[in-house]
């Protein structure tokens, strides 16, 4: 009787119950009818127990860093260094938007987040440039996906949890895949701009741009220390490469070689100076303390600062530091709106991951796995064909179910069939976080598609039509990193975290 829960479940779903509920009234029920009392209370104790985790501690931090960004003036400061590098470019409006969400994932993780914060910026500015209002609202929300999956991530958080997986290797495993996402987008726009005539930004850099004397000295410490980071990976890539063809190693203090190119990145900087434009370097520098967020989570996390769940800790304290000190842009009244927000936008989270952990429950008592098992492994023995049909399903279950849930319940169930099918654990993450979070944006039930519908006003059947063409990419990158592994697997395996 127990293997009816996934069927009853749907079943609420359909009627219209929140997921919440659902979660645990559908197998409540039925433990209830099958006289199951002590497993019931079972139940209901690991609502609890499931948000009482330090990993899922990163989840309200990350909320609520990417609240004090958006409320500091971040999306301003984004958007405007984005149309600044590709406001020139036709359909340079919605390049700018598909850009500022690739940054804006380094700040919040959240697609909900994304659509929201930037749309109410950038679709008024695309329909005043001559997009249609539901163009913008399409590739607002075809490009908010992205927020998930380049890091931090919370639905990568959940999955790690859940399935006992590193962060940081998920995390690094996500970079290129977005990048990817966000680039395929941007191909769209491209072939769309000539067929549809899609209009030039009608300004590439807002003149008269001023910043103060404290952020425009941190500025210039920070470039400087960033340049000099990137040269030196450059150093440690060309130096595994030497050593991976010629056998011979450079060991060399990674401190002694930053010190060497800071130098070298202070006087390319100089000269990178005189090729630009006062504005142009202003919005340049703006932007430089926001996106120090992602560098300094994933900087810490790879060099073994601290753990995510500290990192998440930490932007949090530099958000507030940023805001208050450095851009001036926050005053101590805004924050009791602000964590009140972040708290319930966390607290939403929460209590679905706890109720699926609860659902979970029921998904071992009822032998689903062993019986799902069975089944998927009668349709084919080739791993490839097993892949295709598990990407298919996955999307269809993106469709109407948030990702995070839909994680925690099918992950235990999935996870182990494929990594015995010889899947890399890590890769199957990816393929899995990926492809829910593309649901988000999938008709009929994506979620990002209501919030795109609630800031530009427009009907949910129209962007779904209008965002067609962007979710075929999305797709596309889905079944090449499911075929090639090396797409996401490279950087965490070159950096130590998957061997």
């Excluded at 920070?222 to 190693?249: D, E, M, P, Y």
């Excluded at 300094?296 to 600062?305: A, Q, Y």
Aim: aromatic share 8%; charged share 10%; glycine share 8%.
């Amino acid at each position: 009787m127990l293997a009816l829960f996934l069927p009853l479940f749907l079943l609420f779903l359909l009627v219209g119950m929140p997921v919440f509920f659902a979660l645990l009234v559908s197998p409540g029920l039925l433990l209830w009818l099958n006289g199951q009392e002590r497993d019931l209370a079972l139940l209901y104790r690991n609502l609890y127990n499931g948000m009482d985790s330090f990993p899922l501690m990163a989840l309200p931090f990350f909320v609520l860093a990417g609240e004090l960004m958006n409320k500091g003036g971040i999306t301003t400061r984004l958007v405007e260094f984005s149309q600044a590098l590709m406001g020139h470019l036709r359909g340079g409006l919605a390049h700018v938007n598909i850009l500022s969400s690739i940054l804006f994932a380094g700040l919040s993780g959240s697609a909900v987040a994304d659509t929201s914060a930037l749309g109410s910026t950038l679709i008024p500015a695309m329909e005043k440039n001559g997009y249609t209002k539901t163009f913008a609202a399409a590739v607002t929300a075809a490009s908010s996906v992205i927020g998930p999956i380049i890091p931090p991530s919370g639905i990568m958080i959940i999955y790690a949890y859940v399935m006992g997986e590193s962060v940081a290797a998920l995390f690094l495993a996500g970079i290129v895949p977005g990048v990817m996402v966000g680039v395929g987008l941007m191909l769209v726009v491209r072939l769309m701009a000539d067929k549809y005539d899609l209009p030039k930004a009608e300004r590439i850099v807002t003149k008269g741009q001023t910043i103060s004397p404290l952020e425009g000295k941190v500025s210039f410490v920070l470039l400087r220390l960033n340049f000099a980071g990137i040269l030196v990976v450059a150093f440690n890539l060309i130096s595994a490469v030497i050593a991976a063809t010629t056998g011979a190693s450079l060991a060399i203090n990674g401190w002694l070689v930053f010190l060497v190119f800071l130098p070298i990145a202070h006087l390319m900087l100089l000269r990178l100076r005189r090729t630009t434009s006062a504005d142009f370097r202003i919005i340049c520098k703006k932007a430089v303390a926001p996106l120090q967020t992602p560098i300094i989570i994933l900087g810490g996390i790879l060099v073994g600062v601290f753990t995510p769940t500290e990192a998440s800790a930490i932007a949090v304290a530099y958000a507030l530091v940023i805001a208050f000190f450095v851009l001036h842009s926050m005053k101590l009244s805004d924050l009791p709106a602000i964590i009140t927000k972040a708290a319930l936008s966390a607290a939403t989270v929460l209590l679905l991951v706890g109720a699926a952990v609860s659902f979970k429950t029921v998904v071992s008592l009822s032998h689903a796995p062993e019986t799902m098992a069975h089944f998927i492994l009668g349709l084919s023995e080739n791993p490839l064909i097993l892949l295709f049909l598990i990407n298919i399903l996955l999307f269809i279950v993106g469709m109407f179910l948030d990702a995070g849930p839909a994680i925690i319940i099918l992950g235990p169930i999935l996870g182990p069939i494929f990594v015995d099918l010889g899947v890399h654990p890590v890769h199957f993450a990816i393929i899995m976080s990926v492809n829910l979070t593309v649901g988000l944006a999938t008709p009929p039930m994506g979620l990002v598609l209501f919030v795109a519908s609630a800031v530009s006003g427009e009907r949910v059947e129209a962007i779904s039509k209008a965002i067609l063409p962007f979710l075929a990419v999305e797709v596309a990158v889905i079944f090449l990193i499911t075929y090639f592994p090396a797409i996401c697997m490279t950087i965490p395996r070159l950096t130590g975290f998957v061997q």
